[in-house]
């Protein structure tokens, strides 16, 4: 069965971790002397991509030295991980990785992954962003329990994600188990054509993040029939969470962190630790941030942020197990 970890107990253990792994000031703070790559593995425009550009801008101020983003897309962010996972340690090299590239390929597929999470050095967790189940907007289900008796009622429904052992498409099948109900899962080589099958009646389901939900839910293309993390988005506050239909503590919303290669010396991680919750604490950041429907992490360190990505990478690796999805074979 799903055991679920609500991503805000992990939240809540990583920042109790703060105080007590916080690093100590380096007796003197290296600053970058040539431009800084941050790696984003997603095509421009994306939310990964736009949130690399909304912290270089700020991070560049704070290291005194030129932040440049290189999109590196395909695979799922893996291609810009294998990328990372084999760039020199000297702090001219980081990347902002979410749960697909950085914890769960490697949790369900570890075999078969090119690298490893002793290849990266986490440097912080920066944001996370809730989903949304929509479907199509003919569907007679207005929320979840409405939902689940459509499919109960209707055994050729399919639903579909952006591929096979993605964020999205475990957790779909993690609200479909805890709705007690079987769907066939269809997987898509990327986000558009999902949106496009759904919009035409092909597909009943998807779940996909805010930032694309909220303009099809708020123009009445798609339904939006629930939020994936504990608080409702202030993007769609109609709709509900998920946790407030029932399946209490469901909490599953996508993240995204910094990270660089593995060995990065300690002073350069304490100046990215430094330079990153400055940029992160500004208000301008968080109002930023808020128009991707996106939520800044504040105060946690290299320390706590692996401490979450073991729990991470521990909690999709049950959910894949559970769903019998397994990328090896």
Avoid: C
């Avoid at 991980?81 to 390929?105: H, P």
């Amino acid at each position: 069965m799903f055991t679920q970890v609500t991503r805000r107990a992990v939240l809540a253990m990583s920042l109790a971790a703060v105080f007590a792994a916080a690093p100590a000031a380096a007796a003197e703070a290296w600053k970058p002397t040539k431009p800084v790559r941050l790696l984003v593995g997603f095509a421009p425009g994306g939310s990964a991509d736009t949130l690399g550009r909304l912290l270089a801008e700020p991070l560049s101020r704070q290291l005194g030295a030129p932040v440049v983003v290189e999109n590196l897309a395909g695979a799922g962010g893996n291609i810009m991980a294998q990328r990372l996972a084999t760039s020199a340690a000297d702090g001219y090299t980081i990347g902002i990785g979410a749960a697909g590239a950085m914890a769960i390929t490697y949790a369900i597929n570890a075999q078969g992954t090119r690298y490893k999470p002793a290849d990266f050095t986490p440097i912080t967790l920066a944001a996370t962003q809730p989903n949304v189940v929509l479907v199509n907007a003919d569907v007679p289900a207005n929320n979840l329990e409405e939902l689940k008796a459509y499919f109960q009622k209707t055994p050729t429904a399919t639903y579909g994600t952006a591929g096979v052992g993605i964020s999205n498409h475990l957790i779909a099948e993690t609200l479909l188990h805890r709705l007690g109900v079987k769907v066939e899962h269809a997987a898509y080589r990327g986000a558009a054509p999902v949106i496009t099958d759904l919009l035409g009646g092909h597909i009943v389901m998807t779940v996909d993040n805010i930032s694309t939900a909220a303009p099809l839910v708020k123009d009445g293309k798609v339904k939006g029939l629930a939020v994936t993390s504990l608080v409702r988005s202030p993007q769609l506050p109609n709709v509900p969470t998920v946790d407030e239909q029932g399946l209490k503590g469901f909490d599953m919303p996508t993240w995204q962190g910094v990270f660089a290669p593995a060995g990065l010396p300690a002073e350069i991680l304490a100046a990215y630790e430094q330079a990153l919750q400055a940029v992160l604490a500004q208000p301008e950041t968080a109002q930023k941030m808020a128009g991707l429907g996106s939520e800044p992490v504040k105060g946690v360190t290299s320390t706590a942020f692996e401490a979450f990505l073991e729990k991470d990478r521990a909690q999709w690796a049950d959910i894949a197990k559970a769903a019998n999805i397994n990328l090896s074979q």
